[in-house]
């Protein structure tokens, strides 16, 4: 059975940083992507981070580009997302997602993806 357990958010003041981690079990972050979404009730699951385990690259959107981070462990089977310089609009549930299973170029589709955690909440006051 496949969990993947996210840890880090929290409520913080317009500026400030949070680093989220995401723990795999019953699945290897390897050779396939994996990435961080968010989402505000109301609105659609929104893609701030992409990475290609295997290559390393990395993808954001520019609403979080120069800000977020994300990052592999593969000896850890961890993926983290390093938010820094944070908004109120970063205020969110975030969610990390695994197994790409479309082509690469849909990396920032929820629907691409077929494993999620259960979300972590972030708030960033003004």
């Known amino acids: 059975q496949v969990q993947l357990v996210e840890s880090g958010g929290g409520s913080v003041q317009a500026g400030g940083s949070l680093r989220l981690s995401c723990v795999a079990s019953?699945?290897?972050?390897?050779?396939?992507?994996a990435a961080w979404f968010r989402q505000v009730r109301g609105k659609e699951r929104e893609v701030v981070a992409s990475?290609?385990?295997?290559?390393?690259?990395?993808y954001y959107p520019d609403s979080v580009k120069g800000r977020f981070t994300i990052s592999a462990d593969g000896a850890k089977n961890t993926i983290y997302l390093q938010m820094n310089s944070l908004k109120p609009e970063d205020t969110a549930m975030y969610y990390c997602?695994?197994?790409?299973?479309?082509?690469?170029?849909?990396?920032?589709?929820?629907?691409?993806?077929?494993?999620w955690g259960q979300g972590t909440q972030v708030t960033v006051s003004s």
């Open positions: 997602a695994a197994q790409l299973r479309r082509p690469s170029i849909y990396w920032s589709r929820a629907d691409a993806y077929g494993y």
């Open positions: 019953g699945y290897t972050y390897s050779s396939n992507y």
């Open positions: 990475i290609s385990i295997a290559g390393g690259r990395t």
